[in-house]
């Protein structure tokens, strides 16, 4: 199994950033595409950004493209989400997944970390 801890939430001021991490087990880390999500009071699981196993090919959803950006660490079994110009918007529970194909559906991600908490004020 793959066991994923995500990290580096907080509470920010409306224009500041954040570096999630998501920190994985498991010699084969390097085979899986990864993801981050996240999820708001009353909304549905969101996909934000995703990253190949080559660390070559990352993809973003509209809402955060230009100011987020999704990064790999082999070799350290981690992946980062960099997110820049936070809005009140961009509140919720960020999620960090594991899958083996290329998606934006939660339904094609295996694994999946217990969340940390982004907040960002007015």
């Known amino acids: 199994q793959v066991q994923l801890v995500e990290s580096g939430g907080g509470l920010v001021q409306a224009g500041g950033s954040l570096r999630l991490s998501c920190a994985g087990s498991?010699?084969?880390?390097?085979?899986?595409?990864m993801g981050w999500f996240r999820q708001a009071p009353g909304k549905e699981r969101e996909f934000v950004a995703g990253i190949r196993w080559s660390a070559g090919s990352s993809y973003y959803a509209d809402s955060v493209k230009g100011r987020f950006t999704i990064s790999r660490d082999n070799a350290k079994n981690t992946v980062y989400l960099q997110a820049n110009s936070l809005s009140p918007e961009d509140t919720a529970v960020y999620f960090c997944?594991?899958?083996?194909?290329?998606?934006?559906?939660?339904?094609?991600?295996?694994?999946w970390g217990q969340g940390t908490q982004v907040t960002v004020s007015s």
């Open positions: 498991g010699r084969t880390f390097s085979s899986y595409a």
């Open positions: 997944a594991a899958g083996r194909g290329y998606s934006r559906s939660p339904a094609d991600y295996d694994y």
